[in-house]
C-alpha cells in the first residue's frame, strides 16, 4: 500500500470551465437529450467526482470534457481558451483496461511515451517508477492476459499518468474489480494524488468511492442528465482503508443517498 507525505505539494494541472453545457443525440425516433444545459467547474489541481444514476450523462460529461465529444450547445474553457479539440495533456482511464495484448505491461505504458515523442529513457524511468508505486513491477515482462483484472487495471492508470498530464479523466475505473481491489485502488490512487495534485474529474455509480476520493462531489439526476448538488468534502487526507468507521464519512454518503431518495432514483 502507498504512503503519502503529510507535506502537500502545490497543486498542478488545469482549470476546466462549463457553460450551459448541452449534449442531444439524434435517433430514429428523433432526439434524445442526454445532457440539460449545464455549468461546472474543475479547479486546478482538485478532484472533482461525479456520481449518478446510469444514463444519466457522466461518461457524455467527462468525453465532452476530453473534446471528444461535442456540445449541442454551450462551451468548455481550459484555463480561459475555448476548447474545440481534443486534449492532449490528459490521462483516461476507462473501465476497460484496453491494454494491447501483445505488448507487456511495461510495453503497454511506454506506448504513452512513444506515441507522444518523448524521451524514452526518462518514460522508461517513469514507468518503473509507476509500477512500482502501484505494485505491479513484479509484472512487468507478463502479457495482459497472465493479470488479474485490478493488475491489468493498475496498469492502465500507470500508462495514463506516466507522461505527467495535467489532468486525469476516470470512467468508472474500478467498476469491473471486486470490492477489496476497489478498496485498496482507491488508496493507492490517493496516494498518487497527492504526490501530484492534478486536476481529475472521476466518474463513478459508487457514492463511498466518490466521498473516500474527492474533494467535492457533484451530484446528478437522472435522464436527462442534470446536476442538482455539489458537495465539497471536507475529510483529512489521506483517507483510512475502512472510511464507514469515520462519522463524518458516513454523514456526506447519507446526504447523498438522501438526494437520490427524493430524486425517486433510490426508495426504501
Not at 490528459?90 to 507522444?116: H, M, S, W, Y
Not at 457514492?207 to 451530484?219: F, H, Q, S
Amino acid at each position: 500500500m502507498l504512503t503519502a507525505d503529510s507535506g502537500a505539494p502545490a497543486a498542478t494541472g488545469i482549470e476546466i470551465v462549463g457553460h450551459e453545457l448541452t449534449k442531444a443525440f439524434r435517433t430514429k425516433d428523433g432526439t434524445n437529450l442526454a445532457l440539460s444545459p449545464t455549468d461546472f467547474r474543475i479547479e486546478r489541481g482538485e478532484f472533482v467526482a461525479v456520481v449518478g444514476p446510469s444514463g444519466c450523462g457522466k461518461s457524455t460529461l467527462m468525453l465532452m470534457v476530453a473534446g471528444l465529444l461535442e456540445p449541442s450547445g454551450g462551451e468548455i474553457l481550459v484555463d480561459g481558451a475555448p476548447l474545440f479539440d481534443p486534449l492532449t495533456d490528459v490521462g483516461i482511464v476507462f473501465q476497460d483496461d484496453l491494454l494491447l495484448d501483445f505488448r507487456t505491461a511495461r510495453e503497454n505504458i511506454l506506448l504513452q511515451g512513444k506515441i507522444r515523442g518523448l524521451p524514452r529513457r526518462q518514460q522508461e524511468q517513469r514507468t518503473d517508477e509507476l509500477m512500482r508505486q502501484l505494485g505491479v513491477d513484479h509484472a512487468a515482462n507478463r502479457y495482459p492476459n497472465q493479470l488479474s483484472g485490478g493488475m491489468r487495471q493498475r496498469v492502465s492508470i500507470a500508462r495514463a499518468l506516466v507522461h505527467d498530464p495535467a489532468i486525469l479523466l476516470m470512467d468508472e475505473p474500478f467498476g469491473a474489480l471486486d470490492a477489496l481491489t476497489r478498496t485498496q485502488m482507491r488508496v493507492d490512487l490517493e496516494a498518487l494524488w497527492l504526490e501530484s495534485p492534478k486536476s481529475v474529474l472521476f466518474i463513478t455509480h459508487s457514492v463511498e468511492e466518490a466521498v473516500g476520493l474527492a474533494d467535492r462531489v457533484i451530484v446528478m439526476g437522472p435522464s436527462p442528465g442534470r446536476i442538482v448538488e455539489e458537495i465539497v468534502i471536507d475529510l483529512p487526507r489521506p483517507r483510512p482503508v475502512q472510511l464507514g468507521d469515520e462519522a463524518a464519512f458516513a454523514g456526506y454518503s447519507s446526504q447523498i443517498y438522501e438526494i437520490f431518495k427524493n430524486l425517486g432514483v433510490l426508495h426504501d
